[in-house]
């Protein structure tokens, strides 16, 4: 078991008067006093609070709908020039205010995977892995080997969208067309695999929903991959897009997570800890950038898709089809736990309190958790260099609200 | 510049026949569930009474999935009414008022070289000013109503308010739809809708009389 390190503060969040906080790879809530927390710089970042800041100075506004983002968020940046001397991100525009408390778990499982709808499959089966730990069902090797293989077809269809966003924001319509394409293509495998482009409705607790032939997966993963790889090399080599994100938005932060927080040089990687799912039956290359630049942050993730097509030819050799079983019953177990995955944005983490219902939920994205590294990162860069820095972090503004 | 050219040729051409041909690869759960036998289902979404699915409220959830089976056949958007704009390209802008991210990611890829729609005279505009169509994506927050109808008052006329997916034409298990704040002329029922979906909703509607 990976050992607790209270130097980061991976989560916090208030019941009725006090505060509890979850530290680094910690599996227990600490009573905390919010001065206390306080002294952690990302604590209003994890607790929500982040947009109360004030950017100083001449303000441009930009959002909260804007062509430029995919998603609805509003930026005051102060300005000096065309330089971003400080911004403050206000992401509760489009907060859906999703509640878990007070819902079964059947119910519960519905919003939590519709939390971010393109990390879905990590969503719900943190969800599920949670739950099943309080309630002490044992899902079968097979129901974890298939939630880890759509985590990892989950992977490769988000880092491709990221690395295709960063080509676009670069003006490389070729190669943005080209990754675009190859994503469309795991979209379509996943969709003939699973029934659902985004794996919505899948997972349940104890089993797999409906059943799924694994045949010819590895292979369809493996063409993609390799394409990939092909386009990646041959787009290093364009110093127009090399200079467009090298040396942008470089940030060393040891709170950020996932792909931001390797290619600053932190080793943090959920499935290389005794998690949820059977991660060390299986080996992968680990991967460190140092420069903590768009550039490193894009290396992490080509890199990473390689080595999920990997994860994925070593789990289809084990699995066949997975046929749905029955509904697990849901014992009447009362408790709590801590679960983490990690999503393609990086570590994600969940609290869950089980009475009748559930009696109380609490859920850092990893993109609240890196939110502060882009905020830190882009201060300084010029407006140009804003969708360069925004797009390599891979943040998505709908899981930033927090549940409750 | 020259390589990049060559691989393009390599590849040959990605995009879809569609609307002349068939939407492939449509993915099965966003797809009308029928029933195949009796036994008690508790949808979630409200969307099946008396044996018949409504696909506007229908989650993809598969809660049904014992008794009832997708048919696999693409589903088609309620226009209630469209733009006839068929002599000049169609402008849209997407506005996020609540969503999970899957609605816009499938917006999006009606740019990816599979789907291609600038080919059938579609563009995306970054402003509601320059907008046919405003495409909504997910619950109407809180947050995002008063955003809402400013973009649809900076439309100029003649316009449409596209309702993508479950959460925006009616709310879904997580909050209030459109309807209420703007007049939906079309509503793209899925959860979320295909790029296909979409697609045949954009052109349903430019086309409409």
New interface residues.
């Given amino acids: 078991m990976t050992e607790e390190n209270t130097d980061v503060l991976s989560g916090a969040f208030k019941d009725i008067e006090a505060w509890n906080a979850i530290f680094r790879n910690g599996t227990t809530l600490r009573r905390m006093q919010e001065n206390r927390l306080s002294l952690y710089e990302n604590f209003d970042y994890i607790a929500g609070r982040a947009e109360r800041g004030e950017s100083g100075g001449k303000e441009f506004i930009y959002g909260?709908?804007?062509?430029?983002m995919?998603?609805?968020i509003r930026f005051r940046m102060s300005t000096e020039g065309e330089r971003i001397s400080s911004l403050v991100p206000e992401f509760?525009?489009?907060?859906?205010?999703?509640k878990l408390g007070g819902k079964d778990t059947?119910?519960a499982l519905?919003?939590a995977e519709?939390?971010?709808?393109?990390y879905?499959a990590s969503y719900s089966a943190l969800f599920c892995g949670v739950a099943e730990s309080i309630l002490g069902i044992q899902p079968s090797h097979e129901v974890r080997l298939t939630r880890m293989l759509a985590c990892e077809l989950e992977r490769i269809a988000c880092h491709l969208?990221v690395v295709g966003r960063l080509c676009e924001a670069a003006s490389q319509s070729?190669?943005t067309?080209?990754i675009?394409?190859l994503?469309?293509k795991i979209?379509?495998m996943i969709?003939?695999r699973f029934?659902?482009?985004?794996f919505?409705?899948?997972n349940d607790i104890g089993r797999i929903?409906?059943p799924v032939d694994f045949h010819g997966i590895s292979e369809s993963v493996d063409a993609v991959v390799n394409e990939f790889g092909d386009l990646w090399q041959?787009l290093s080599s364009s110093t127009l897009f090399i200079d467009r994100i090298q040396r942008t938005c470089p940030v060393h932060l040891e709170s950020s997570v996932g792909p931001a927080a390797r290619a600053s040089g932190y080793s943090t990687d959920e499935r290389l800890t005794e998690g949820l799912l059977p991660y060390s039956d299986f080996s992968f290359n680990f991967r460190k950038e140092y420069e903590g630049d768009s550039l490193s942050r894009a290396l992490i993730r080509s890199h990473e898709i390689e080595e999920s097509g990997s994860i994925i030819a070593q789990v289809t050799d084990q699995l066949h089809k997975a046929d749905?079983s029955r509904p697990a019953s849901i014992s009447d177990r009362r408790g709590e736990g801590i679960g983490r995955i990690e999503s393609p944005g990086g570590e994600t983490l969940l609290y869950l309190r089980l009475g009748d219902s559930i009696e109380r939920a609490y859920i850092r994205s990893s993109s609240l958790a890196n939110l502060q590294a882009f905020v830190r990162g882009i201060s300084g860069a010029v407006f140009t260099d804003f969708a360069f820095a925004w797009e390599s972090f891979g943040l998505?503004v709908?899981?930033m609200g927090g549940v409750i | 510049m020259k390589?990049?050219v060559i691989?393009?040729l390599r590849?040959g051409v990605?995009t879809t026949r569609f609307p002349k041909g068939d939407a492939?690869?449509?993915?099965?759960?966003?797809t009308k569930p029928v029933k195949m036998s009796d036994g008690e289902v508790r949808c979630?979404a409200g969307a099946i009474s008396d044996g018949a699915v409504d696909m506007n409220r229908c989650?993809?959830?598969?809660?049904c999935?014992e008794h009832y089976m997708?048919d696999g056949r693409p589903v088609h958007s309620t226009v209630n009414s469209g733009i006839s704009i068929a002599s000049r390209s169609f402008h849209i802008?997407m506005?996020?008022?609540?969503?999970?991210?899957?609605?816009?990611?499938?917006v999006?890829?009606l740019?990816?070289?599979?789907y291609d729609f600038n080919r059938l005279g579609m563009f995306?505009?970054?402003?509601p000013r320059h907008a046919d169509a405003l495409i909504v994506v997910?619950?109407v927050?809180e947050?995002?109503e008063m955003?809402l109808k400013a973009?649809y008052e900076a439309m100029p006329s003649p316009k449409i308010v596209i309702a993508t997916g479950t959460c925006s034409i009616s709310g879904g298990?997580?909050?209030k739809g459109v309807d209420g704040v703007l007049p939906a002329d079309v509503l793209v029922p899925g959860?979320?809708p295909?790029p296909y979906a979409i697609l045949d909703a954009l052109i349903r509607a430019r086309d409409a009389k």
């Fill in positions: 909260p709908s804007s062509g430029g995919l998603e609805s509760s525009f489009k907060n859906r205010s999703l059947e119910t519905l919003l519709r939390i971010n709808g393109p879905s969208f070729v190669a067309a080209h675009f394409g994503r469309e979209l379509r969709s003939r029934g659902h482009r985004f919505f409705g899948l929903r409906t041959h749905a998505w709908c899981e | 390589s990049w691989r393009g590849k990605l492939e690869d449509v993915p099965l759960w966003t979630p989650i993809s959830c598969r809660r999935s997708p802008y506005i996020d008022t609540g969503s999970c991210g899957a609605c816009n990611s499938e999006h890829s740019h990816n070289p599979v995306v505009t970054n402003t997910g619950v927050s947050g995002m955003a973009a298990i997580i909050g959860c979320p295909s």
